[in-house]
T-cell receptor, first 117, second 113 residues
């Protein structure tokens, strides 16, 4: 069975601080995909990133960066110089291999990030 | 604009009154799915559809029905809603091949009194 754990239920920071959101996953699949989604107060789910299990390169996109480590089954998300607009619930999610099966995402329970001015 | 559209966005209803939440996508995606989001539980899959006339249960299908008569539409039907179905519902779609992400609708907040 697949499982995603986001141990941090809530994080509160002051604007311009760096913050890291943790994500630990469990799967028996050798091929899998990891995702991060953002859910702002308006409620929609915004796709941030997808990472394949065979690609352990870290990725940076502006103030966002992701650290994927298969050895520790972690896919952590760092926001540098946080801003009030980053306040949201962030979900980490896991999916098994493609091909004829349910493309179900297994979500973590989410981390509520509050960035205070 | 590529999008997944859900209706209604907000609904308050009473126990036992049948309702349907519609979902439509304009991306010609084969795969569609419904999730519900509850505090402290994250998102959980209700039903999914690999293509027209092909549907199957997700993790929490009890109390729900779906149909997929057309590729673009995937309605979620609550035949006899109960208060434990009060939740935020998301419809999602993706193309049928490859590792691409799910595209989510804006969500439908349902309250059953």
């Amino acid at each position: 069975a697949q499982k995603v754990t986001q141990a941090q239920t809530e994080i509160s920071v002051v604007e311009k601080e760096d913050v890291t959101l943790d994500c630990v996953y469990e799967t028996r699949d050798t091929t899998y995909y990891l995702f991060w989604y953002k859910q702002p107060p308006s409620g929609e789910l915004v796709f941030l990133i997808r990472r394949n299990s065979f690609d352990e390169q870290n990725e940076i996109s502006g103030r966002y960066s992701w650290n994927f480590q298969k050895s520790t089954s972690s896919f952590n998300f760092t926001i540098t110089a946080s801003q009030v607009v980053d306040s949201a619930v962030y979900f980490c999610a896991l999916r098994g291999p493609s091909g004829g099966s349910n493309y179900k995402l297994t979500f973590g329970k989410g981390t509520l990030l509050t960035v205070n001015p | 604009e590529a999008q997944v559209t859900q209706n209604p966005r907000y609904l308050i209803t009473v126990t036992g009154k049948k309702l349907t939440v519609t979902c439509s996508q304009n991306m010609n995606h084969e795969y569609m799915s419904w999730y519900r989001q509850d505090p402290g539980l994250g998102l959980r899959q209700i039903y999914y559809s690999m293509n027209v006339e092909v549907t199957d249960k997700g993790d929490v299908p009890e109390g729900y029905k779906v149909s997929r008569k057309e590729k673009r539409n995937f309605p979620l039907i609550l035949e006899s809603p109960s208060p434990n179905q009060t939740s935020l519902y998301f419809c999602a779609s993706r193309r049928g091949q490859g590792p691409g992400e799910l595209f989510f609708g804006e969500g439908s907040r349902l309250t059953v009194l």
